[in-house]
């Protein structure tokens, strides 16, 4: 079964295969292992959506989001 923690991560970058392949890798991890790897990507920002409805994102996510 899917791990539930997450209703969606979104993950933006200029290749949309590449964000296809980090959404499901990252989905899968917990939370501060996901971010820890996102953080080393180049060029890549990502958005968790908790099953509580909080929410994190990666360092540089909130230049695509409007808070």
């Known amino acids: 079964m899917p791990w539930d ?3 969606s991560v979104t993950i933006l ?3 949309s295969g590449r964000a296809d392949a980090l ?3 990252v ?5 501060d292992e996901g971010l820890a790897f996102i ?3 180049e060029g890549v920002e990502a958005l968790w959506i908790f099953a509580d409805g909080s929410e994190m994102e990666s360092s540089g ?3 695509y ?3």
């Open 27 to 31: 989905f899968n991890m917990d939370p």
């Open 23 to 25: 959404s499901t890798a």
């Open 39 to 41: 953080e080393s990507q």
């Open 65 to 67: 989001v409007e808070q």
């Open 5 to 7: 923690r997450y209703v």
């Open 61 to 63: 996510m909130g230049e």
């Open 13 to 15: 970058c200029e290749d």
